[in-house]
Every structure is written in structure tokens, then in C-alpha cells.
């Protein structure tokens, strides 16, 4: 079952593309930087030059929030500067990529990396959505301890006691 997002942030996802110095690759693409609110315009438009590289605005998505990952958030936040991952996958045709996800979870985004041909790479967060998944956090955080569990001497798991330590010296 799949818990719905209560905070969905609206954002467009800027694509930049150099010539690879391969004979493999013709072209090496990665996310950009992520803006906030949704654009008017279409997916794949060519928003010019910077720095040797195309820039093309690749298209909209949704930073969804969900109170099951703020630990993930507080993470994210407290490294000083935040990050977006954002993830691209390859279409087999042009455009290259489509847009999959966008996310300011942590571990969501570590565990995104994971997976196959996808294209996983870290953006600045911008500062309006900072201010969002900060609110967000102070709003529905909830610190939850830390269980130790044991394995019995049949070899399931248990919930550690935290008066058995003491008496086995732990």
C-alpha cells in the first residue's frame, strides 16, 4: 500500500548536455539544477549555452513529501547544503530522457542510485523548497528510539529488553 504525499512542490528540471570525449558516447547529459514552480513550457525546449554545454529545460515534476520519510529530510538538511536528486531515464529515441522523480529524501535518493540504466545525479536544493521541506519537517517529524532487537537461542528475532543489558553486562 502506498502512503499518498501530503506536500507535493511543483518543480522543472534544467538538463545540460556536452559533446563526450569518447567514440562511444556522441553526448554526456546530467541534471542541471531543478526550478521552482511549474513551467509553461515544453518538455525538451532549448534554453541556450553555458559554459560548453546545451542547456534544455527536460520538464515538470512533483517533489512529494511524506511524513514516513522526514528523517530523511532532516538528514538532507543537515548537511548544510541540501540536495535534490534527480533522476533521468533513457527513452531508447529522442529525447534521450525522460523525467522520473525528484526527490529530497536521503535515503530515497542514495537507494535511487541503485538501480540499473537510470541517470541519478545531486542538484542544489533551491532555497524556496529549503523553506518548505524544513516546514515540513518541524511539522511532522516524529523521533521514534532506536530498538535493539536480539535473536533468542531458537533463532528469532526479539525486541531486546533494555533491563536484559545490564544483567549480561552490556
Same mark, same amino acid.
Given at each position: 500500500?502506498?502512503?499518498?504525499?501530503?506536500? +507535493?512542490?511543483?518543480?522543472?528540471?534544467?538538463?545540460?548536455?556536452?559533446?563526450? &570525449? /569518447?567514440?562511444?558516447?556522441?553526448?554526456?547529459? +546530467?541534471?542541471? /539544477?531543478?526550478?521552482?514552480? %511549474?513551467?509553461?513550457?515544453?518538455?525538451?525546449?532549448?534554453?541556450?549555452?553555458?559554459?560548453?554545454?546545451?542547456?534544455?529545460?527536460?520538464?515538470?515534476?512533483?517533489?512529494?513529501? @511524506?511524513?514516513?520519510?522526514?528523517?530523511?529530510?532532516?538528514?538532507?538538511?543537515?548537511?548544510?547544503?541540501?540536495? $535534490?536528486?534527480?533522476?533521468?531515464?533513457?527513452?531508447? %529515441?529522442?529525447?534521450?530522457?525522460?523525467?522520473?522523480?525528484?526527490?529530497? &529524501?536521503?535515503? %530515497?535518493?542514495?537507494? $535511487?542510485?541503485?538501480?540499473?540504466? &537510470?541517470?541519478?545525479?545531486?542538484?542544489?536544493?533551491? %532555497?524556496?523548497?529549503?523553506?518548505?521541506?524544513?516546514?515540513?519537517?518541524?511539522? @511532522? @517529524?516524529?523521533?521514534?528510539?532506536?530498538?535493539?532487537?536480539?535473536?533468542?537461542?531458537?533463532? /528469532?528475532?526479539?525486541?531486546? &529488553?533494555?533491563?536484559?543489558?545490564?544483567?549480561?553486562?552490556?
Amino acid at each position: 500500500m502506498t502512503v499518498p504525499a501530503l506536500v +507535493r512542490l511543483p518543480v522543472g528540471v534544467v538538463v545540460g548536455r556536452r559533446k563526450a &570525449d /569518447s567514440p562511444w558516447l556522441d553526448y554526456v547529459w +546530467r541534471p542541471i /539544477s531543478v526550478l521552482v514552480g %511549474e513551467m509553461e513550457a515544453a518538455p525538451w525546449t532549448a534554453l541556450g549555452e553555458d559554459g560548453g554545454q546545451s542547456l534544455f529545460y527536460a520538464g515538470n515534476v512533483e517533489i512529494e513529501l @511524506h511524513r514516513t520519510a522526514t528523517l530523511g529530510y532532516r538528514v538532507n538538511l543537515a548537511t548544510g547544503t541540501p540536495l $535534490l536528486w534527480v533522476v533521468l531515464r533513457p527513452t531508447g %529515441e529522442e529525447p534521450p530522457y525522460s523525467v522520473l522523480t525528484v526527490t529530497a &529524501d536521503a535515503a %530515497e535518493g542514495e537507494s $535511487l542510485t541503485e538501480v540499473g540504466s &537510470d541517470l541519478v545525479e545531486t542538484v542544489p536544493m533551491p %532555497e524556496p523548497i529549503r523553506r518548505q521541506v524544513e516546514s515540513f519537517v518541524a511539522e @511532522h @517529524h516524529i523521533e521514534r528510539p532506536f530498538v535493539k532487537r536480539q535473536r533468542d537461542r531458537g533463532g /528469532s528475532l526479539r525486541l531486546a &529488553d533494555p533491563a536484559d543489558w545490564e544483567k549480561d553486562g552490556k
